[in-house]
């Protein structure tokens, strides 16, 4: 089986922007190291990503979603491509508020029919607002 052809920042960012959800998040990739196996993604406040009107805070789901995304690219990066969730654990440590949160995700490991990524995901102040652990399917699906 050939390797993968390597994902850039250029790449993924033109996946995102196919894909309406991750699209109307407004999610973009900053950062990726293939070799280390991270990547770290973007979302900015917007309506769609707000807890309630005028609170500037991120809502839960919408927190969970970038964690799902980048643990789901940072297992991309080994294997070529986007690949299915099969499993996620989001634990929420502070309210985030905007103007954006910073997804930093890591590919625990990667074998043949699962990868494990582990994500942390910062505030604008730089503050851990949020951490997951994204089990993927490590078949480009």
């Known amino acids: 089986m050939a390797e993968p052809a390597p994902l ?37 406040m917007g309506a769609i990503a707000e807890r309630g009107v005028g609170t500037n805070q991120f809502h839960g789901g919408a927190l969970a979603s970038l964690v799902d995304v980048a643990g789901d690219f940072a297992v991309a990066l080994a294997v070529g491509g986007a690949v299915p969730t099969i499993d996620l654990r989001v634990d929420y440590l502070r309210p985030a508020f905007g103007p954006h949160v910073e997804a930093r995700a890591r590919a625990r490991r990667v074998g043949r029919t699962v990868g494990i990524a582990d994500v942390d995901v910062m505030g604008a102040d730089g503050k851990l607002v949020t951490i997951g652990r994204g089990c993927y399917s490590a078949k480009v699906g």
Do not use: C, K
């Open 8 to 44: 850039t920042i250029e790449a993924i960012n033109e996946m995102f922007a196919a894909s309406p959800f991750i699209a109307a998040l407004s999610m973009e990739v900053t950062a990726l190291d293939a070799e280390a196996g991270t990547v770290t993604v973007r979302m900015p």
